[in-house]
């Protein structure tokens, strides 16, 4: 049985709140109240580029110096607000004394289609301000919506550490430099390819002012584009067993870069939340014994798309140069001419062995590392496995794939003279946050297959190294 790639519609999760950054340059705005808050709020919008009204009937020494400012449009209103004020005004932001006063004058700004803040009552705002780190014009804002601001802050300081300040000579090149870009003639795919090279050099050199190597460094990228033919590339990239923190950086910049990702079933939320929003997810789930897709059905797509110009991620669980079809995918990648790269992942015998603590060569127990599939072609066990091999007492041995034959693995392994109290862990989502891990030996893992429901991925370890595994790591 076979089944279509269909796309997958959610790309991110419900959001309490829609970020939006609003261009206030030269936009009346009106701030109700001389309080600290504000005047604070007051100079943030002024720091925008608004033309701010202060309605407060008295005037503080900290009001008067806001509104000296030569580098800012702030100007004192010195009365009560009037509803008129609110007549053509892009956004009101008030502090009230309490709950009746914030009820009237949001009602006034609904009114007059004007959106609202009140200073540390939500349920009369229409919009909350966030922490900001302010780059600019590289900005980042960070909110909580409104459950706990200093948790937004916090937030802030961390990310305030992990930004360079020098990130804002970058973004003012950028922005200087973007009508160079935007006069060539190039697709969205070469536009975006231009500016990642940009990206990549402000990363390398974050302390840097951009000058004109980098400026000629554009050029060369766009120049570079344009020679390029028009069709897209192809990245086989490994999700790692589970876990999204394993992910590679370069896995990462693949998913933050591509238009099309191709995913197994078993590839996570978490692991697609790294990449592109705007970039289509399409399953094309391959699972053992159930409706799967066919591999030359995945394989036609990919080159298709590729062929359409897209940048096209196949995203696989594990590593996909192990038990992954890489070959299948490399080779129809080849014949049609489209460049491929392969981006290593963690394989689930790596990421399982990490969660026992255990070594897969420890020196005392393992000359050789063996990984097998017990999944052939037809769906049973292969015929061609070394037996004799498999149940050498020095080897450590991965079995990907054998949950449904493990029976008939065990058997065949003490006809080949492995012992039957040789050690076995059968790790069931390795590395996830639903892993499940049994302690076992040859003679009965059988057992525990048929007495736990094993319904997930799982990996088979066996060989005297597994004696070595951290006791309380069962499950």
Not at 20 to 36: E, W
Not at 176 to 191: E, F, G, H
Not at 346 to 362: D, F, Y
């Amino acid at each position: 049985m076979s089944r279509s790639p269909v796309s997958q519609p959610a790309r991110i999760a419900p959001l309490a709140v829609l970020p939006v950054f609003y261009r206030l340059t030269g936009k009346p705005v009106l701030v109700i109240g001389a309080s600290q808050s504000a005047l604070w709020k007051a100079e943030l919008l002024a720091s925008t580029g608004a033309e701010v009204r202060i309605a407060a009937p008295e005037a503080s020494d900290a009001l008067a110096q806001l509104c000296a400012r030569e580098d800012m449009s702030v100007r004192h209103l010195a009365r009560s607000w009037h509803e008129a004020d609110l007549d053509g005004i892009a956004l009101v932001v008030a502090d009230v004394e309490d709950d009746e006063q914030a009820a009237h004058l949001a009602a006034a700004a609904r009114r007059a289609g004007t959106p609202v803040n009140i200073v540390d009552r939500p349920a009369f705002c229409d919009f909350q301000f966030g922490a900001v780190v302010n780059r600019s014009p590289l900005v980042v804002g960070i909110s909580t919506d409104g459950a706990v601001p200093v948790f937004a802050q916090a937030v802030r300081s961390r990310i305030e550490m992990l930004l360079p300040t020098g990130f804002q000579k970058w973004a003012e090149a950028a922005r200087s430099w973007r009508p160079l870009v935007q006069a060539r003639n190039l697709s969205l795919q070469a536009r975006r390819a231009v500016w990642e090279r940009f990206v990549n050099a402000a990363f390398r050199h974050p302390d840097r002012t951009p000058g004109e190597a980098d400026r000629a460094d554009l050029l060369a990228a766009v120049e570079q584009q344009e020679r390029r033919p028009a069709h897209g590339s192809v990245a086989l990239v490994g999700a790692g067993p589970g876990d999204p923190e394993l992910l590679t950086l370069k896995a990462v910049r693949a998913l933050q870069s591509a238009d099309v990702i191709l995913h197994d079933d078993l590839v996570s939320q978490e692991v697609l939340d790294f990449a592109r929003r705007e970039a289509e997810r399409i399953i094309t789930g391959k699972r053992g014994h159930r409706p799967s897709c066919k591999q030359g059905d995945i394989n036609a797509l990919m080159v298709s798309l590729a062929r359409d110009g897209k940048r096209v991620v196949r995203l696989k669980g594990g590593d996909p140069l192990v038990f992954g079809r890489a070959g299948e995918e490399i080779a129809a990648c080849r014949a049609a001419g489209i460049a491929v790269e392969v981006i290593p992942g963690i394989t689930a015998a790596s990421g399982a062995a990490a969660s026992l603590e255990v070594s897969l060569t420890h020196r005392d127990h393992a000359r050789r590392l063996q990984y097998i599939t017990a999944h052939a072609k037809n769906g049973k066990l292969p015929d061609d496995l070394d037996w004799k091999a498999l149940a050498d007492p020095a080897a450590t041995t991965a079995i990907y794939m054998g949950k449904l034959v493990v029976a008939e693995v065990a058997a065949r392994l003490l006809e080949a003279g492995m012992a039957a109290d040789t050690p076995a862990i059968i790790v069931e989502y390795a590395t996830h946050e639903r892993e499940r891990r049994f302690h076992t030996v040859i003679g009965e893992m059988a057992g525990v297959f048929a007495a736990n429901q094993l319904d997930g991925p799982c990996i088979i370890l066996f060989g005297q190294a597994m004696s070595e595994a951290r006791p309380d790591s069962a499950s």
